[in-house]
Structures are given as C-alpha cells and as structure tokens.
C-alpha cells in the first residue's frame, strides 16, 4: 500500500471517528439538559375533555371529545397564543366504535391513533401532503392491542409504543409504508399500571398516566429500561393531578389534562 494513502485514509478515519463521537457527546449533553428543564408556564385552554395531542406549532390541538362512543375532536387557533375555536369535525367512526389516543409524526403530517372498529384496540394513521392540509384517509396497521392500556407514535412515524402495566412493548419499521413488527420491550422500573405514554422524540424520556397521575421517566445509559420514576409537577397551587400528558414533536411542550380540562405547558 502507498504509505501517502495510508496516512491519508488512517487521518481521515480517525477524523471521521472523532467526529462521530463529538456528535453523541453533545447530542447526548443536550437530551440531558433537556429532559432536566421543569415545565412551567401552564395555560388553561378551556376545552373540557382528555388525551389531547398537539401540533409543534401549537396551533392544532386533536383531542378525545368527552362523550361515549369517543370520537377525535379538533381544535385550531391562527397564532400559538390565541385561544383555540370550537371544535370542527374529523373522522366519523363507525357508529358503537371508539377512536382514541392521538398522536402525531413525520412533522406533524400523519395523525395516528387507536381504534376498536374491528373489534379489540389497533393502530391507523391518516395522512396529509403538508400541515396546512386536512388529514385524509384512515389506514390500519398489523397492531392489535390485547388490554388496551394507550400507545404512542415516534417522532419519525417508524415506531409505535404500547403500554402495558410495567413496560413498553415497541415496534418499528424501515419506512412509512412497510408493517411494523415487534423488535423489543423496555421496562419502566417502578411502575405497576402504567398507561397513556408519551415518548419524546430522541427517546431519552417519556410520561405515562398511573393512578390518576402522570409521571416521568428517563432512558437508562444501556438503552433497555426507563427509570428515574418521578411525578410530574406544573403548578400544583393550580393542578394537583395531571393525566394524559403529550410532549409535542420537540419535547418542549406538553398538552394534558387538569381538573378535566385541557391544558398547555412549556420549558
């Protein structure tokens, strides 16, 4: 070998190498920065109902409107600060049926959420070309969910969370158009009922309802569990339980549901 090339390619190597690693370091530095800031900051959005899900851009809030058969509700405001108008349609499910838990992905373009119209609880997403569009269509996915207890999507639409009492159970694909299939479960170390979850973007925290509260965990250093079990806290001079809690596509900010109406917060 021409020892130029080696020199060449062995600096260019470890270059690569030191840059791989700078990258994780501040990756990593910033979720732990991030996963420490409290939420505060908490707004009062008036709509009465539960497990709420919220665009980035805080101007589209899809929630669980507070009637049985439940059904998706939509909320909408022109500005992150203006209050929300009243509801507007969304889908129209079969009638007996429920639709539940909503969840965004892909940029907020693709809306998933759990439906029994088939029998027991599975996943469907709907779709739209851009975040100024309307959700169109309703597609199943190969995910049954035996003693529903909530799910969540990634941020990315290539895996979907499901709670179970003590873990999540969780499945991915290579892209948005292939199944899912089930790849691991992660243990969330103290809980004996967990449900409703939220998992943030890069996966280093998540929220979940227990016990008519919510509480928040972290990713352990080896990826396999979440601990650090913790109550989340807002305001508790204002709201002593907090359920439903959703971070939206940065982790930055949370819709949830206090006193039985749907409320807003931010780090």
Known sequence: MNATFWRRSFVATVGALTLTSCQYYFESASANARVELPFGDHRDTG??????????????LWHVDDRKPYRLALHVRPTAVAPFAPAVPTFMPIQGTNDVDPAFANDDKLLAFASDRNGGFAIYTSSRISTN????GDRGWKILIDNFKGFDMGADGKSVFVATATALDIWRRPSLDEEFKAIESRSIV????????????????????????TYHATLSADGKRYENKTLLKVDPTVCTHIVDADFTADAMTIAYTCDGKIHIAHR
Request: no cysteine; glycine share 8%.
């Open 190 to 213: 103290g809980a004996q009922n967990a449900g409703y979850p939220s998992v943030a973007f890069d996966e280093q925290e998540i929220l979940f309802t227990e016990q008519g509260d």
């Open 133 to 136: 569009a309307m959700f169109v």
């Open 47 to 60: 709509i009465v109902s539960f497990d709420a899900a919220l665009t980035n851009d805080l101007t589209e």
